[in-house]
């Protein structure tokens, strides 16, 4: 094994890593920018729309704290995508014929 920069210990250089392991982090596939620009703007949309809803919502209607559900949406897309199928109380809807 060579010394070389680890792209994981924070800079401090010196440890010993694989070549191997090296030449195929640095030779990996990048992801294409318009698919990241696709994903960013997807997330956007969700978490707006997931950030409406909660602010719609009485708090009796949401599984767990709104604020919590606020920061889970901006973080990830999933969670998001949990908010809708667990945390959001379906609202009773009564229908007089």
Avoid at 37 to 50: G, K, M, P
Wanted: glycine residues 8%.
């Amino acid at each position: 094994m060579e010394r070389c920069r680890n792209p994981g210990d924070g800079g401090r250089g010196g440890e010993r890593v694989d070549p191997e392991w090296h030449i195929w982090w640095m030779s990996r596939r990048k992801l294409d920018p318009r698919l990241m620009v696709i994903l960013i703007v997807v997330h956007t949309v969700v978490a707006t729309l997931t950030w409406r809803d909660i602010s719609h919502r009485d708090q009796s209607q949401i599984r767990g704290r709104k604020w919590v559900w606020r920061l889970a949406s901006t973080v990830q897309m999933g969670n998001s995508l949990a908010y809708w199928l667990f945390a959001s109380k379906s609202a009773d809807v009564s229908v007089d014929l």
